[in-house]
């Protein structure tokens, strides 16, 4: 017997509502904040765990600044917020789930 998805009631090999459902899950954000002492970081928050390291390894050698990853989001010394969504889109993420404040 053929499964029907309960979303969209079409057959589960032609609907595409869990691929919809993945890229909807993956929203990034990214945005900028004050830390101690004024010192101005960007935060990247919404990357999967298992990608972590290796983003923020590549956004510290390509912005050539300092960060951390740690708790599911990425901390990057100093406003790197208008370079970041165009890294992030070359690293192969949609840019329409990057969000930037
Ligand atoms: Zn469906």
């Given at each position: 017997m053929p499964e029907i998805c309960p979303?969209?009631?079409?057959?589960k090999d032609i609907c595409a509502c869990d691929v919809l459902e993945k890229e909807e899950s993956q929203r990034i954000k990214v945005y900028s904040t004050k830390k101690r002492f004024g010192k101005l970081v960007t935060i990247v928050e919404g990357l999967e765990k298992d990608v972590l390291d290796k983003t923020a390894k590549e956004l510290k050698h390509k912005l050539a600044c300092g960060g951390t990853a740690k708790d599911g989001s990425i901390v990057l010394q100093g406003d790197h917020k208008d370079k970041i969504k165009s890294l992030l889109v070359s690293m192969?993420?949609?840019?329409?789930?990057i969000t930037v404040r």
């Open positions: 979303k969209c009631g079409l057959l192969g993420y949609s840019e329409h789930s």
